[in-house]
C-alpha cells in the first residue's frame, strides 16, 4: 500500500480487541484513509503493517517533517520509497541512498527509538498534499444560522417582512433560527408561540424544512428551519 501523507501521532491506547493492549510512543497513519494504521514503530520495533483503529483515539502531534540534513541523529532506521526496511544506519549514509535514487530522506517518526526516516519525493509529497487541502477549502460549504424575531402578537405586515427576509436566507443556503419572544405573562401562553412557528413553516414550506421543532428556551421559543435543498 502506498504511503500518501504522514500524521505524526503519540501516545494511542490500543484497542482492547486486539491482541496487545498497552501504550505506544509513536506511530504514522495515513490521513486519507481514517482509522488505518500503515505502520507502527514500538520500543523493540516490532511493525504492524496494517492495523485498524478507531480515529478518535489519537491525538495529532505535528505535520512538519525534518527532510535531509536536517535529520541530526545519530542513526535512523530506514525505509525505501517501496515500503522496504533497509535497516538502521547513520542518517548521512541513509541521505546518500536517497540522493542516489534522486529523492529527499525524510523522518517520519522521530520519537521512535531509533527514529524512522522514509525515502520518498518531498517536495511532490507537499505539492499533492497544498492541492488537497486546496480542494478541500473549495468544496467547504459554510452554512450560517440567520435569526428572525417574532413576538406573539405580530401583525400581518410584519410578519410577512419576516417571512420574506427568511425566504432570502434559506435561499443563500442558510439555516433560520425563528425566535418567539415572550414578554411578561405570554410565556404562560405556548401555544400562542406554537401557532405562530408552524404559520411561519408553512409559509416558508416550499424552500425549507423543519430542522428543529419549536421548543420553549428561557423565555423563548426556538424553531430552526433549513433550506429544503442542501
Not at 2 to 24: A, D, K, Y
Not at 50 to 72: A, P, W
Not at 85 to 94: K, S, Y
Not at 140 to 161: A, G
Request: with cysteine; aromatic share 8%; charged share 30%.
Amino acid at each position: 500500500m502506498e504511503l500518501n501523507s504522514f500524521i505524526q501521532v503519540e501516545t494511542i491506547r490500543f484497542s482492547p480487541s486486539g491482541p496487545l493492549l498497552c501504550w505506544f510512543e509513536s506511530f504514522i497513519i495515513q490521513t486519507d484513509t481514517i482509522g488505518v494504521c500503515i505502520s507502527m514503530y514500538v520500543g523493540g520495533w516490532e511493525t504492524i503493517r496494517f492495523f485498524m483503529f478507531h480515529s478518535g483515539e489519537g491525538t495529532i502531534i505535528s505535520k512538519e517533517l525534518r527532510i535531509n540534513e536536517e535529520v541530526r541523529c545519530k542513526e535512523v532506521r530506514l525505509i525505501d520509497d517501496a515500503g522496504e526496511q533497509l535497516g538502521v544506519m547513520p542518517p548521512r549514509e541513509a541521505a546518500k541512498i536517497a540522493a542516489e535514487k534522486g529523492l529527499d530522506l525524510v523522518e517520519i517518526a522521530p520519537t521512535a527509538n531509533p527514529p524512522v526516516c522514509r525515502i520518498m519525493d518531498y517536495g511532490k509529497y507537499r505539492y499533492e498534499q497544498s492541492k488537497r487541502e486546496k480542494e478541500a477549502k473549495k468544496n467547504q460549504k459554510v452554512i450560517s444560522v440567520k435569526e428572525v424575531k417574532l413576538r406573539p402578537n405580530i401583525e400581518d405586515h410584519d410578519f410577512q417582512t419576516k417571512a420574506r427576509n427568511a425566504a432570502k436566507f434559506l435561499a443563500s443556503g442558510d439555516k433560520v433560527k425563528v425566535t418567539i419572544m415572550f414578554r411578561g405573562r405570554e410565556i404562560t401562553h405556548p401555544e400562542l408561540g406554537q401557532e405562530l412557528c408552524e404559520r411561519f413553516a408553512e409559509e416558508l414550506s416550499s424552500v425549507s424544512k423543519v430542522e428543529k421543532p419549536a421548543k420553549v428556551e428561557g423565555r423563548n421559543m426556538i424553531m430552526i428551519l433549513a433550506p429544503a435543498k442542501e
